[in-house]
Structures are given as C-alpha cells and as structure tokens.
C-alpha cells in the first residue's frame, strides 16, 4: 500500500519513493501510466512557466547524456498557445540542465530517453516526469487484438469492478482474441502487469538496476506454477479463437488453462451453477447492421441457462437493457480508449420464477 491515496476524476495520487515507483509500474493492472511530481506553481504568463522549470531539479533525474521530450496538456487554461508553453518547458529545463552541468541535452520526440509531461489547469502549471514510457496497459502479450479490441487495463477494471475473484467461474461469451480471460487468468496466478516490458525509468540517472532485478525475482517466485479458476470463453470467429490461443500462448498461459471454443452466443450454456459472465460484445463502429436482433433471443437464453449468474456487458449503446428486456442492477460509465461507454450489470432470475 501507498501513503496519502486520494483519487479525483484525472488519476490517483499517492506519495512514495523510487522502489514504490517501480513496484507501481510493475504491479498496477488499472493504471495507464506512472507519473512523478516533480513541480506545480501558479502561472500567468508563458514566462512563468519557464521560471518554474528552470527552478526543478532536474539533474537528479537526467543530464546532458540524455534525450528530452516535452508534451503539454491543458484544462480551462487560459494560454493561448500550448505550443509556446510547450516550448517554454523545454527551454526551461535544457537551460537548467546547462546552467548545472554546462551541456543541454538533445531533443528526440520518438524514442527519448526523458519524457515531461506539462499539465495546465486554469492558473496552474504542473510538471510531471513520466516513469512508465509506453502505456502500461501494453503488457507485452498481445499481437492478435481481433475485430473487438479492450484495453487490457480495462478489461483487469471490469473484473475489479465486477466483483470477480480468482477460483469464481468466469465466462466471457464474446471473448474475441482473449484479453479480459488472460487478464483473469494473470490475476489468479499472481502475474503482474509489467513483468514482461520495460519501462521508462530504467533510462533516469536514479535508475537503481539491482533493486528493480531483486522486485522482478521476487515476482516471479510468487506466480502460482497451475491455474485453479475455471476460465471459461467462445466466440463465432474461428479466427478470434485462434488469435486468443496465439495471446495466452505469448502470455505463457498453458493451452488448457483457458478454455475456449468456436461457438453462437445464443446456443451458449453455463458450465457451473454458479460464476460471472464479464464480456464486451461488438458495438459502436465494430456492430455490423442488422445485429441488434440478437439481444432478445439472447435475453432469453441468459435467463433459462444462467439462473444465479451475475453478467457484466460493456458498451456504447446506452439502450441495451432494453434490447435485451433486463433491468440493470448498476451502470457504471467507463472509457474504451476516447469512446465512452457502460457497463451494464444484470443479476439472472429464471424466468419462470419471475413470473410467479
């Protein structure tokens, strides 16, 4: 656990040192990125935002030796040029970087070895340094995305918030190449997120290679050797199914931890008498016409086959609960990349006792 944990609709903030950095980056499965704080002052010119970063200590992070890449967002800011503040930020830092160690470092906008993020919300200007490079949600697995692609630190978000724990059954009938399934079956043996990528601090000047490599032995020796939790996932696509045993093979998840089979959602059946269906059928752009009759017949289904089943549905059309003649326990908003969505959450009764 962190210290100080508040949450606000941008991010969640925490206080903690270098090794909790990396444990963050290593072990977060919602998290989209890891940011320091390095600076925050109140601003009324772009000129103020270079005075403040001229004054952060950057060279404990990086020198001249290293790539610099600044990127700048903004909120009700009234800057009229993020450009000009971008380039504000850097000159800032490359001066301070100078004025410190006599050279400025280079400027890479690709593949740069210190990444500066400056956030601009109304007179304030803060200044974070990036510590995960890539999106942590790029956990190093998936190359087959099929037709119907989630984020995976969305789909690790839908288990979290769908109450889901490792050993419940898990059914995901619109599994597709299998990200929300290899997440789960990540979770119940202990895999962390960020095992198998790198991440951008290991190129900062406090880049502390043991510590990182004894955090890394230690997470490898607490994965669990087999899979207990029954996973179970289908899909019409054979070749959704194909590419979901091409991820949980690169995912290092034996063949039969997972299983799968090419099958109609609407001839699905429960393989326990109890368990969660978590799922994220096509919509929005990924809906082909003439699709939207399956929600009744497979209302149906999900009544007469999953008595006492929770299932959790991600999507964009807000009229699916009644498409599918199902009131929603909970609707929760969610974001599949920029497109807003919903997951709506149905507790199954059989039909034939909601009649009497």
Same mark, same amino acid.
């Given at each position: 656990?962190?210290?100080?944990?508040? /949450?606000?609709r941008?991010?969640?903030?925490?206080?903690?040192?270098?090794?909790?950095v990396?444990?963050? !980056?290593?072990?977060? +499965?919602?998290?989209?990125?890891?940011?320091?704080?390095?600076?925050?002052?109140?601003?009324?010119?772009?000129d103020?935002?270079?005075?403040?970063?001229?004054?952060?200590?950057?060279?404990?992070?990086f020198?001249?030796?290293?790539?610099?890449?600044?990127?700048? /967002?903004?909120?009700?800011s &009234?800057?009229?040029?993020?450009?000009?503040? !971008?380039?504000?930020?850097?000159?800032?830092?490359?001066?301070?970087?100078?004025?410190?160690?006599?050279?400025? $470092?280079?400027?890479?906008?690709?593949?740069?070895?210190?990444?500066?993020?400056?956030f601009?919300?109304?007179?304030?200007?803060?200044?974070?340094?990036?510590?995960?490079?890539?999106s942590?949600?790029?956990?190093?697995?998936?190359?087959?995305?099929?037709?119907?692609?989630?984020?995976?630190?969305?789909?690790?978000?839908?288990l979290?918030?769908?109450?889901?724990?490792?050993?419940?059954?898990?059914?995901?009938?619109?599994?597709?190449?299998?990200?929300?399934?290899?997440?789960?079956?990540?979770?119940?043996?202990?895999?962390?997120?960020?095992?198998?990528? &790198?991440?951008?601090?290991?190129?900062?000047?406090?880049?502390?290679?043991?510590?990182?490599?004894?955090?890394?032995?230690?997470?490898?020796?607490?994965?669990? +050797?087999?899979?207990?939790?029954?996973?179970?996932?289908?899909?019409?696509?054979?070749?959704?199914?194909?590419?979901?045993?091409?991820?949980?093979?690169?995912?290092?998840?034996?063949?039969s931890?997972?299983?799968?089979?090419?099958? !109609?959602?609407?001839?699905?059946?429960?393989? /326990?008498?109890?368990?969660?269906?978590?799922?994220? &059928?096509?919509?929005?752009?990924?809906?082909? /016409?003439?699709?939207?009759?399956?929600?009744? $017949?497979?209302?149906?289904?999900?009544?007469?086959?999953?008595?006492?089943?929770?299932?959790?549905?991600?999507?964009?059309?807000?009229?699916?609960?009644?498409?599918?003649?199902?009131?929603?326990?909970?609707?929760? &908003?969610?974001?599949?990349? !920029?497109?807003?969505?919903?997951?709506?959450?149905?507790?199954?009764?059989?039909?034939?006792?909601?009649?009497?």
């Amino acid at each position: 656990g962190f210290a100080e944990v508040e /949450s606000s609709r941008s991010g969640v903030y925490f206080k903690t040192d270098m090794l909790g950095v990396m444990k963050a !980056n290593l072990y977060s +499965p919602l998290a989209t990125r890891i940011l320091i704080q390095v600076a925050q002052a109140e601003i009324h010119s772009q000129d103020d935002i270079q005075q403040s970063s001229l004054a952060t200590a950057w060279e404990h992070y990086f020198g001249p030796e290293h790539t610099l890449r600044v990127d700048t /967002s903004a909120i009700r800011s &009234p800057m009229q040029s993020l450009h000009f503040c !971008n380039l504000k930020t850097k000159d800032g830092i490359v001066d301070r970087i100078r004025d410190k160690e006599g050279e400025r $470092p280079s400027i890479d906008t690709v593949r740069p070895d210190a990444k500066v993020h400056l956030f601009l919300y109304r007179d304030q200007a803060t200044l974070y340094l990036d510590t995960s490079g890539e999106s942590l949600f790029k956990r190093g697995w998936r190359l087959d995305k099929g037709s119907a692609p989630l984020r995976e630190n969305l789909a690790a978000g839908m288990l979290a918030l769908a109450g889901w724990e490792p050993g419940q059954t898990l059914l995901d009938p619109f599994c597709g190449s299998g990200t929300i399934l290899i997440e789960a079956a990540w979770w119940a043996q202990n895999v962390p997120p960020g095992l198998h990528r &790198p991440f951008q601090f290991m190129r900062l000047r406090n880049y502390q290679k043991q510590r990182w490599h004894d955090l890394r032995d230690e997470a490898f020796a607490n994965i669990k +050797p087999t899979l207990d939790t029954p996973l179970f996932g289908s899909d019409i696509s054979p070749a959704a199914i194909e590419a979901a045993r091409a991820n949980m093979e690169r995912a290092n998840i034996g063949a039969s931890s997972i299983n799968l089979e090419v099958k !109609n959602v609407l001839d699905i059946e429960a393989p /326990s008498n109890s368990g969660i269906i978590i799922t994220n &059928p096509p919509y929005g752009e990924r809906l082909d /016409s003439g699709q939207d009759d399956i929600w009744q $017949p497979l209302s149906g289904r999900l009544k007469k086959e999953f008595d006492g089943w929770r299932v959790n549905i991600i999507t964009s059309d807000l009229e699916l609960p009644k498409k599918l003649r199902l009131k929603a326990q909970r609707r929760v &908003p969610l974001y599949n990349g !920029n497109l807003e969505t919903r997951m709506f959450v149905f507790d199954m009764v059989r039909e034939s006792f909601r009649d009497q």
